[in-house]
């Protein structure tokens, strides 16, 4: 359906998120209608430039990322686009932006922090200071909140110090993506899984999410952050508490956000010794990826002091009823062997086998919903061998791949957050008290790590990565769901 008027301020206007994803995202709404007669995008940079002259850099940007444009499509969507100069370390320019946005009062203002984190204090300060937030405001942040729970807490202080939470969008693009969303209609608009969605039937859970792309140019950042941070933090939790969470009592925003935070606060606090015990944490090596050699970490950094993760396994408990004695597994890593994010629910064995040892083996039920590539879900259930023979069973997958069940394209994870954003849907987005319970479970094994003097384990690129990983979970008589 069709947004209310709105203006959305993008600061950071010209970088590299709004390049690859946000103007491409926001062009996608256009042929379909579903930005308003009265929608405005006006992108804010610190640099000097026309509206013209962003209006071909923006153009450029969606030829670049977008499949099929559509010219007039296009052409209506520019036209909506304004670009004003603002420096927000030099506190110029908000004049300008004070001028543009007058007079609309009335409309949807959202705000999107698409810059550094350190600027989330001086813009919405001087959003303030120059009374541009109106009632029908809104912020969206990007990550990283914080490096820690106390930086975070402080991030969170200074904007909601000029913006209410309703009106705080924080981001995690994963929970925007189809799949994860789906995780959600299956577990709550299906009977058959919930029944066994617990300890009593769920062997284990594990969560992947592997990059084949080292850090490249963004060495810089990376170095300050780190695997745990940069993934582990946000997106990894959060796919936890989707499939961890109670049934909320409806798709609203605080019954969801409400459910995900019981699950992070009963995630069980990893003392020193398990952080030894069930962490790992590996910095890549030179080797080969995608059919070509590749640099190590340390040589892309350009230095050979960091100590920073490029991937982090761990071994994780909820304590609560329904998941007691059902470790969730998180593996997430760049220089991986395959790009594949995935999440898999591994089922108890059968109490029982009826079946002769010349059957075969009985493999248990699996459930792997996979996020990328090919999102879809697939079930893996035994059948028998079709034949007149003896019995035998075999392992088949039901495979639900949505490119084979919707012909239409598949949209990115940010369409549908920024139009959720502009019509003020907090569903999928993270309340505060989520990024912060999520930092005080995460702060513990930060400290024992930067205690211990041992540098990260190195492991190949284009490998599963350290094999300390495959250890973590072969001790517990499991592996790794390593299929691509
Ligand atoms: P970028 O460095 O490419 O762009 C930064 C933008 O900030 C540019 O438009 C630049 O003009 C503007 N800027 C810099 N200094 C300024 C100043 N003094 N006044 C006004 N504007 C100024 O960064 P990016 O990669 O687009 O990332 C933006 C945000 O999104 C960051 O918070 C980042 O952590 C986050 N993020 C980025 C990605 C990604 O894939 N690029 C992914 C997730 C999160």
Redesign the pocket.
């Known amino acids: 359906t069709q947004s209310d008027p709105f203006d959305l301020v993008v600061?950071?206007?010209?970088?590299?998120?709004?390049?690859?994803?946000l103007l491409p995202a926001l062009y996608h709404r256009e042929p379909v209608g579903h930005l308003g007669e009265d929608a405005r995008i006006i992108?804010?940079?610190?640099?000097q430039l026309s509206d013209t002259e962003y209006r071909d850099w923006a153009r450029k940007a969606i030829c670049e990322h977008v499949a099929e444009v559509d010219q007039e499509a296009l052409e209506r969507f520019l036209a909506r686009i304004q670009y004003v100069?603002?420096?927000?370390?030099?506190n110029t320019?908000w004049e300008a932006l004070e001028e543009k946005l007058s007079g609309r009062e009335d409309f949807v203002r959202a705000f999107y922090?698409?810059?550094?984190?350190d600027?989330?204090g001086p813009?919405c300060s001087a959003l303030g200071e120059h009374d541009l937030v109106t009632e029908k405001s809104r912020v969206t942040?990007?990550?990283?909140i914080g490096k820690n729970g106390k930086s975070a807490h402080e991030v969170n202080e200074t904007i909601g110090s000029v913006f209410k939470e309703h009106q705080i969008f924080r981001?995690d693009?994963y929970l925007g993506k189809e799949t994860v969303q789906n995780l959600m209609a299956l577990r709550f608009a299906n009977v058959l899984f919930e029944p066994l969605w617990n300890a009593a039937h769920i062997d284990h859970v594990q969560i992947t999410v592997a990059e084949t792309l080292g850090v490249e140019s963004?060495a810089g950042?990376y170095d300050t952050a780190g695997a745990l941070r940069d993934m582990v933090q946000n997106h990894l939790l959060q796919l936890l508490c989707l499939v961890a969470m109670e049934p909320p009592e409806s798709m609203a925003p605080d019954s969801v956000r409400d459910e995900k935070l019981k699950v992070l606060k009963a995630l069980r606090p990893m003392s020193s010794e398990m952080v030894e015990r069930n962490t790992v944490r590996g910095q890549y090596r030179a080797g080969a990826s995608a059919g070509g050699a590749v640099k190590g970490y340390l040589e892309e950094l350009g230095r050979d002091d960091s100590s920073t993760e490029t991937f982090v396994a761990a071994k994780v408990d909820i304590e609560n009823w329904r998941w007691a004695n059902v470790p969730f597994y998180l593996r997430t890593g760049k220089r991986l062997a395959a790009r594949v994010s995935e999440i898999t629910i591994q089922f108890k064995d059968l109490p029982h086998s009826i079946f002769l040892p010349d059957a075969g083996r009985i493999a248990a039920n699996k459930l792997v919903i996979r996020l990328q590539p090919d999102e879809g879900v697939k079930m893996q259930v035994m059948i028998k061998d079709p034949g007149p023979g003896s019995m035998r069973l075999r392992e088949v997958p039901l495979d639900m791949t949505f490119a084979e069940a919707f012909s239409s394209r598949h949209p990115d994870a940010y369409e549908r957050l920024i139009m959720d954003m502009i019509r003020g849907n907090q569903t999928l987005f993270m309340r505060r008290d989520e990024v912060e319970a999520a930092w005080k479970w995460i702060d513990p094994i930060l400290e024992q790590w930067s205690q211990i003097k041992e540098a990260p384990k190195p492991y190949t690129s284009g490998t599963w990565g350290p094999s300390a990983s495959i250890a973590l979970i072969e001790r517990d008589g499991r592996t790794w769901h390593d299929e691509t």
């Open positions: 600061f950071g206007g010209t970088g590299d998120l709004a390049h690859r994803k992108a804010v940079s610190r640099r100069a603002v420096d927000v370390a030099q320019g922090l698409s810059v550094s984190p600027f989330f813009i942040i990007e990550k990283p981001i693009h963004r950042y």
